[in-house]
């Protein structure tokens, strides 16, 4: 959802996906590295209606383990990183705007939780917090994007 800091109120969540390509390789046994390419569709209701944008997002996590996970056995894991966020299309009520006028373009932010990893399928639960505001023209004040997010992944 979209966050407006000085608005009275916390704008109400809509359908949101992600998908893309994630890699993943082991530093250490408890340390993994986690690089992901993702498509993102977003999105609000606000007072002009929904808002919806699309996105490219490169992102980088680092997922510390809190077990010794051993062969067929789930591993636990803390996961923490960053995206950034390149919004290339956005629709308000169903019409197309202009990014280039009413929001930027990027979006630089961080991502926090926790998950499951088993085999060759791996889900977490966390929190996408943008680091900067959305729109450039200041109506509703300062607009950030953030949410909560479920992950599902299957690696080949």
């Given at each position: 959802?979209?966050?407006?800091?000085?608005?009275?109120?916390?704008?109400?969540?809509?359908?949101?996906?992600?998908?893309?390509?994630?890699a993943?390789?082991?530093?250490?046994?408890?340390?993994?590295?986690?690089?992901?390419?993702?498509?993102?569709l977003?999105?609000?209701?606000?007072?002009?209606?929904?808002?919806?944008?699309?996105?490219?997002?490169p992102?980088?996590?680092?997922?510390?383990?809190?077990?010794?996970?051993?062969?067929?056995?789930?591993?636990?894991?803390l996961?923490?990183?960053?995206?950034?966020?390149?919004?290339?299309?956005?629709?308000?009520?169903?019409?197309?705007?202009?990014?280039?006028?009413?929001?930027?373009?990027?979006?630089?932010?961080?991502?926090?939780?926790?998950?499951?990893?088993?085999?060759?399928?791996?889900?977490?639960?966390?929190?996408?917090?943008?680091?900067?505001?959305?729109?450039?023209?200041?109506t509703?004040g300062?607009?950030?994007?953030?949410?909560?997010y479920?992950?599902?992944?299957?690696?080949?």
């Amino acid at each position: 959802y979209h966050y407006f800091k000085e608005a009275f109120y916390d704008s109400k969540s809509v359908f949101a996906v992600e998908t893309g390509i994630v890699a993943q390789a082991r530093i250490t046994k408890g340390i993994w590295f986690q690089p992901a390419v993702t498509w993102e569709l977003s999105g609000s209701n606000t007072d002009a209606g929904i808002l919806r944008m699309q996105s490219l997002n490169p992102q980088a996590a680092l997922l510390f383990t809190l077990n010794k996970p051993e062969p067929g056995y789930p591993a636990i894991y803390l996961i923490t990183g960053g995206f950034y966020r390149f919004n290339f299309a956005a629709t308000e009520s169903g019409s197309s705007i202009d990014l280039t006028t009413k929001y930027y373009k990027t979006e630089p932010g961080i991502k926090f939780g926790f998950g499951l990893q088993s085999r060759n399928l791996q889900m977490d639960f966390g929190y996408k917090y943008g680091l900067t505001k959305v729109n450039k023209i200041e109506t509703d004040g300062d607009v950030f994007t953030r949410g909560s997010y479920f992950s599902w992944t299957r690696f080949f």
